[in-house]
């Protein structure tokens, strides 16, 4: 049936995915992959490299290891920092997708012989008149579409998906029962690959000098001091420090703007109506599959991976840029997110969050 070349992580998902394309006849070969190298020269994924090979010796299949650090760092660390600088908030693990696990692994499995490379992760993948077209993943809680909106269609021509039609609960039961037991109970991994279960704060401090400064209302009345305008995200209401203020409302605060000239953190109180939008502007625009027809296309939308589909209708414009306006308005639309459109099961790509309107 061919080789197929698979990235393993050292989590449950992808040992799991190797076990059922081992069990249906193919030749399997395990790719672990290196992306981040402390400044101290110590590994943070020694212990995910030592799941990975567990499970490999248990499905008794081969294993390699290689460092795509250098890569990583150049092609997708460096936008992850100018991006902070500018004030907006990045998506690291969408261009991880993009630039790492579907370009520099793919181009790695083709060294090794494959005929096909495979990932753990919740989607699937179907063959249209454009070419390939991504799908979401029968269990919707953990469909990963949204960090794949920026891979490109050619890119998923010889992929396979084991998982795109399992919930998590069967995949930690067949876990189970093929005995990886390094892995069966392993927690997901949360947050930016890279960083893992450090404080972020620190983290991003080794890298962006960061600039505190004042928190002002919308009336640009002091409140409050910032720690540095990275550190927050437009709808943030925690870790502002913003006390019981004298003559004020006493409801919670939260980030309404960042002013990066002026290196203020702009807050509101009471209610949120102003954190919702009805019209964004992306760019980087990215199409899986056959592009649309014309200047406009209805379908959904999410600006944020947790989040229910909203209805829209997007307006192309030059340059891979785009209009989109909302049914209905939308909570908390972030400038350096992604803003990723559906057209009912199947994932259509997406843009980079520029601005938004009202």
Known sequence: MGRTVIGMSGGVDSAVAAALLKESGRDVVGLFMNNWEDKDGTCP???????????????GIPIYSVDFSREYYERVFRHFLDEYAAGRTPNPDVLCNREIKFDAFRRYADELGADEIATGHYCGVRTGDGGAELLRALDRNKDQTYFLNQVRTEQLCGVTFPLARMTKPEVRALAEKYGLDSVAKKKDS??????????????????????????????????????????????QRRGLGIGGLKGRAQERWFVVAKDLDRNRLIVSCGEDDKLFSTRLTCSGLNFIGAPPTGGELSCTAKTRYRQPDAPCRVTLAEGGRAEVTFASPVRAVTPGQYVVFYDGERCLGGGVIERTDA
């Open 45 to 59: 994924a020694d212990e995910d490299w030592a799941d990975a090979r567990s499970a490999a010796a248990r499905l």
């Open 190 to 235: 949360t947050g930016v690959c890279f960083i893992g279960e450090r404080n972020f704060r620190r983290f991003l401090s080794e890298y962006l000098p960061a600039r505190p400064g004042d928190i002002v209302d919308e009336d640009g009345t002091v409140v409050g001091r910032h720690e540095g305008l990275m550190y927050y995200t437009l709808g």
